[in-house]
């Protein structure tokens, strides 16, 4: 959405900080009103929420930016996960 930032760039998605990041994104729907998701990034899966519909572009963002801070957490621990169960 133009002109709206909450400066945050993403969160890792492994403890090593180079796995890459998942961002919050906003999508702008007709008569001033949002949805909150989150990417991996391009190619990568993604995700928005139908429900709640934000009237304002930064309630949006602020939302968007818990979802992908509660998706890289899953995603850290599903390649800990992965990485016990290579180990034993």
């Known amino acids: 959405v133009d002109g709206v930032r909450i400066d945050h760039t ?3 998605c492994d403890e090593y ?12 729907l007709p ?12 190619g990568m899966s993604s995700t928005v929420d139908a429900s709640p519909i934000f009237s ?3 309630d949006a963002a602020h939302a968007a930016d ?9 995603e850290r621990e599903y390649q800990a996960q992965q990485a016990e169960e290579l180990e034993a």
């Open 10 to 12: 993403g969160w890792f």
């Open 17 to 28: 900080g180079d796995g890459g990041k998942i961002r919050g994104i906003v999508v702008a």
């Open 31 to 42: 008569h001033g009103r949002f949805l909150a998701g989150w990417s991996m990034g391009e």
């Open 56 to 58: 304002s572009a930064i």
């Open 66 to 74: 818990s979802m992908a801070e509660r998706a890289a957490e899953d």
